[in-house]
Every structure is written in structure tokens, then in C-alpha cells.
């Protein structure tokens, strides 16, 4: 089983849709999480920090639940900007192999 | 302010060539990271420095890639020889710490094409 799992899509959705991302990881001691964004042949930026309670910064809301070990992204209210690939990010805090990214979810917003 | 900056931004070179990346982190970013990006996957970390010392290198092919972080600042990232499965985008990043919630801060990247 992968450390970090994302369905890589694409997802299609048209402008105006809410569209939602999981990631599920495997290692239950994973202190910190993180969604990046990764346009095409560019660099990962990060989008937003995922913490227990849940955080929403204007459209975008993420969640964690850790009891399922899963983490989750909503984007409401989708415009053609935000096509991307999206990477989930888990970071163990210590030891070996302690920052693992996912393999990313493609989003695709048609007009 | 100045962001991460890597260079050469492309290079070309046929396998059992070696190859060297450079990068400059962020002024004032003690943690400096090298990754590794395949198409159609994320990056793959391969060694987290931490000023001029090494946290973590568990993912790096230590036959072929080394890496290094003089004096805490700049560092590189070797390939001696390249095999054709080396060919990807390595991505350098540089946080301000090692605390858990740093963010992340990206380079271009460099593209290897490994013939």
C-alpha cells in the first residue's frame, strides 16, 4: 500500500461546480498536512494547510479525519483557474522518509 | 523577496553521462530539499539538509546521486552515471525550519532528458 494515496482523475467539472478530493495515508503517527497546487510544467505551490479542526480559506475547504486516516479537499464554486493537478502531503515529522507527497489529483474546469 | 532559484533550467545528456543541478534556497532557509518528479507522478523527496547537515537521504540512489550543502547555503545535486530512468524534474525546495507546518517553498526545477 502506497504512504499516500489520491485518485490522479482527471475530474471534469464545468465552471460553477463544487468539486471534492480525497487522500488516505497509512501511517497513522503523521503529525502534519498540507495540499499543494501544481499548474502544468510549473512547480508545486502551497495551497492551503489541513488542520484537525478544518479550515476554510474562501472557497476552498479542507478537512482532516484521522480516525479514517483521510484528508479532504473541496473546492465550491470552481473557475477555469483553478485547473490543476492537486498533490496531498503528509509529513511524519521525524525519521527517514518524513515528507511524502501524493501522486496528485488532475482537475480540469470547462467553460 | 528572491525566491528559490535553480539552474540549468533543461539539460539534455545521453546515458552513463554525469550531470550536476544547483540550487540557491531562500535567504535565510535553513532546510533545504531535493526531489524528484517523474511524469505523472509527485515529487519524491530524495535528501533533506538541515543548514549544512543531512536529515534524511533514505531515498537517494547513493550509487549514483550525491548531494551537498557547503556552508549551509547553496547546494548541488549529482548524477555519475545517468541512467535513462533518471530522466524528470528535480525540484529543489527550501523551508524556513524543520517544524512540521513550514511551508514549503519551490524552485523551478531543472528537466533531465536522459538519452
Known amino acids: 500500500r502506497k504512504e499516500v494515496e489520491q485518485d490522479p482523475g482527471p475530474f471534469n467539472v464545468p465552471e460553477g461546480a463544487t468539486v471534492a478530493f480525497n487522500c488516505t495515508y497509512s501511517?497513522?503517527?503523521?503529525?502534519?498536512f498540507f495540499w499543494y497546487r501544481q499548474d502544468c510544467r510549473k512547480e508545486p505551490k502551497l495551497l492551503m494547510s489541513v488542520y484537525s479542526s478544518g479550515n476554510e480559506d474562501g472557497r476552498f475547504t479542507a478537512q482532516l479525519n484521522r480516525a479514517s486516516q483521510y484528508i479532504s479537499l473541496l473546492i465550491r464554486d470552481s473557475k477555469l483557474s483553478d485547473s490543476a493537478t492537486y498533490l496531498c502531503v503528509v509529513n511524519k515529522g521525524t525519521g527517514r522518509r518524513a515528507l511524502t507527497f501524493g501522486s496528485g489529483t488532475r482537475l480540469q474546469v470547462q467553460p | 523577496e528572491a525566491g528559490v532559484a535553480q539552474s540549468p533550467r533543461y539539460k539534455i545528456i545521453e546515458k552513463r553521462q554525469s550531470v550536476a543541478f544547483w540550487c540557491n534556497p531562500i535567504?535565510?532557509?535553513?532546510?533545504l530539499y531535493w526531489y524528484q518528479q517523474i511524469l505523472g507522478q509527485g515529487p519524491k523527496l530524495l535528501i533533506q539538509f538541515q543548514n549544512n547537515g543531512v536529515v534524511d537521504d533514505s531515498q537517494l540512489p547513493k550509487d549514483r546521486f550525491s548531494a551537498e550543502r557547503l556552508k549551509g547555503v547553496d547546494s548541488t545535486l549529482k548524477i555519475q552515471p545517468a541512467k535513462l530512468e533518471d530522466s524528470a524534474v528535480y525540484l529543489c525546495?527550501?523551508?524556513?525550519?524543520?517544524?512540521?507546518?513550514?511551508?514549503?517553498?519551490f524552485g523551478p526545477g531543472t528537466r533531465l532528458t536522459v538519452l
Open positions: 501511517n497513522s503517527a503523521s503529525q502534519s
Open positions: 535567504s535565510g532557509h535553513a532546510t
Open positions: 525546495a527550501s523551508s524556513l525550519t524543520r517544524g512540521v507546518y513550514n511551508e514549503q517553498f
